[in-house]
């Protein structure tokens, strides 16, 4: 990946477009192709877990992306210094309570799926601040009017579409737990996603629409690479969210939120990567420092994938990881305060 050269791009003048600016719709065509093959429909089976080849890819890159926070948040040491207790005590008391209590960790189990979109949605939104950054726009104005562009463009085809059910399924752990009254949400949420359809339609084709209408007579000049990025998240969400085609909206919007995500963490991180695997910062330093960097996340995802599914105390490790990344994201990649 190429460094960059000068504003207003992120990675580069050619990395932005596939890894950001485009990677949703990259994510739509690889998902689709892979649907329509036997990676995407056959199932097989591996250690005792049952799936096809697709499935297994997605769930080792989206485990493995959780872990990369850690680079930025335990790994730098300015970073480290600003939030110590956040990032030892919090993490430990957290597995000591969910690896204690099946109701916390059928609860943490539940606000992982939950926290999860609530985190892509605001993904999507702070690449765009980025890009207004560089192009010399504020990144304090109009925040939440933008926020809740994003949540109406990644939340709602959740909310009102085909694939509400992958996400009520983990409803299911409460059951587990022992509380059976919290576990009847998804039918609940199911029963309403009809009515939830048509407001969340009406609604947010209005609200898009008053955007874009504010937008054009605050005068503000939108980066194109910005513009582009939000046409794509919306397109490809309403599509793979909405309608799930072929039964791949799981692997499209995972594949495209990591597969950002790597980016972004190798951009900003790039130096203290190398430090934190003791390279030099040549040409050779930074090759080898970029292989232990997906080698590391990768390892995760994979130790993540197949001990979660055997053992109760890797499952709560992987928990931890999840939550822990969904927080650390939200305060140590602030466009505001220009560490990002």
Aim: glycine share 12%; charged share 15%; hydrophobic share 55%.
């Amino acid at each position: 990946m190429e460094k960059p050269e000068k504003a207003p791009y992120i990675l580069g003048p050619r990395a932005d477009w596939p890894l950001l600016v485009f990677a949703p719709l990259l994510g739509l065509a690889v998902g689709l192709l892979l649907g329509l093959t036997p990676l995407g429909t056959r199932p097989v089976r591996f250690f005792g877990a049952s799936g096809t080849v697709a499935d297994g890819f997605i769930g080792v890159f989206i485990t493995a992306h959780l872990a990369l926070v850690f680079f930025r948040s335990h790994g730098n040491p300015e970073v480290f210094a600003r939030w110590p207790w956040r990032f030892t005590y919090v993490p430990l008391a957290l597995f000591a309570t969910i690896l204690a209590f099946p109701l916390a960790r059928a609860a943490a189990a539940v606000l992982a799926v939950w926290w999860d979109v609530y985190h892509s949605s605001l993904q999507t939104f702070g690449i765009g601040r980025i890009y207004d950054r560089l192009a010399g726009n504020d990144p304090k104005e109009g925040r939440w009017p933008e926020i809740l562009l994003n949540h109406f463009l990644y939340i709602g085809p959740i909310l009102a579409g085909a694939s509400l059910p992958l996400h009520t399924r983990v409803f299911a752990e409460f059951e587990n737990a022992g509380w059976e009254g919290a576990a009847a949400w998804a039918g609940t949420l199911l029963r309403a996603r009809p009515v939830m359809g048509g407001w969340l339609a009406g609604v947010g084709a209005a609200y898009v629409l008053g955007f874009l209408v504010w937008t054009v007579a605050s005068g503000q000049r939108v980066p194109s690479r910005k513009v582009w990025l939000y046409v794509s998240t919306a397109a490809t969400s309403v599509w793979a969210w909405g309608y799930n085609p072929l039964g791949m909206a799981l692997f499209i919007m995972n594949f495209f939120h990591a597969l950002q995500y790597f980016a972004l963490v190798w951009r900003y991180e790039e130096g203290n990567i190398a430090r934190v695997f003791g390279l030099p910062s040549d040409a050779e330093g930074r090759r080898r420092a970029f292989g232990a960097f997906v080698g590391a996340g990768v390892a995760y995802g994979v130790a993540g994938g197949l001990l979660g599914e055997l053992s109760q105390t890797a499952l709560c490790v992987t928990l931890v990881v999840s939550l822990m990344h969904f927080w650390y994201d939200g305060f140590v990649w602030s466009v505001r305060a220009g560490d990002a």
